[in-house]
T-cell receptor, first 113, second 115 residues
Framework: SQQGEEDPQALSIQEGENATMNCSYKTSINNLQWYRQNSGRGLVHLILIRSNEREKHSGRLRVTLDTSKKSSSLLITASRAADTASYFCATDPFYSSASKIIFGSGTRLSIRP | GAVVSQHPSRVICKSGTSVKIECRSLDFQATTMFWYRQFPKQSLMLMATSNEGSKATYEQGVEKDKFLINHASLTLSTLTVTSAHPEDSSFYIC???????????FGQGTRLTVV
């Protein structure tokens, strides 16, 4: 079963604006990761945040993690047309001995030129 | 980062036939690999965990006799869709953890179309 829910399901913004996507999950986790998927393609790993971290940056990406609320957010600043893709959060549930990664429902991001 | 190669990238097969998809870790050894299925505009659903040298662990609702998984070496896992039907048409993706153990690397995916 899926671990995470993401909102919004779809987001359309103007190029240059910031995009924020949220992810909620159900169980305790070891870490949370964000991935990007271009249409019909494989996944690209964006950033990993561990359960003892609260915020992490990578270029134009900023990820926050609130384990008390079981939620995370991904902020993409100064969006570009190339950022158009689906974004998924993925968690490594604490109960899982196999460290399997469970994906959220995803957010489809469209950047308007 | 580590590379996971998946083959083929696209396959079209006739209903009732079997299709094998390969997942290789190119520059690292992977004792565990994961197989996911993704329907259009949906998220990735974990199908099974592939364990080198032992039986795969299937998620609830996934038919182990239909989706045969073999992980015979530390760099190769295969998923065979047996007696494929049109409803099996989907995007299948494999993944494996890199040597650091925290970041999972994904194959390019296989688009299966059953006609």
């Amino acid at each position: 079963s899926q671990q995470g829910e993401e909102d919004p399901q779809a987001l359309s913004i103007q190029e240059g604006e910031n995009a924020t996507m949220n992810c909620s999950y159900k169980t305790s986790i070891n870490n949370l990761q964000w991935y990007r998927q271009n249409s019909g393609r494989g996944l690209v790993h964006l950033i990993l945040i561990r359960s003892n971290e609260r915020e992490k940056h990578s270029g134009r990406l900023r990820v926050t993690l609130d384990t008390s609320k079981k939620s995370s957010s991904l902020l993409i600043t100064a969006s570009r047309a190339a950022d158009t893709a689906s974004y998924f959060c993925a968690t490594d549930p604490f109960y899982s001995s196999a460290s399997k990664i469970i994906f959220g429902s995803g957010t489809r991001l469209s950047i308007r030129p | 980062g580590a590379v996971v190669s998946q083959h083929p990238s696209r396959v079209i097969c006739k209903s009732g036939t079997s299709v094998k998809i390969e997942c290789r870790s190119l520059d690292f050894q992977a004792t565990t690999m994961f197989w996911y299925r993704q329907f259009p505009k949906q998220s990735l659903m974990l199908m099974a965990t592939s364990n080198e040298g032992s039986k795969a662990t299937y998620e609830q609702g996934v038919e182990k006799d239909k989706f045969l998984i073999n992980h015979a070496s530390l760099t190769l896992s295969t998923l065979t869709v047996t007696s494929a039907h049109p409803e099996d048409s989907s995007f299948y993706i494999c993944s494996a953890y890199g040597t650091g153990g925290f970041e999972a690397f994904f194959g390019q995916g296989t688009r299966l179309t059953v006609v």
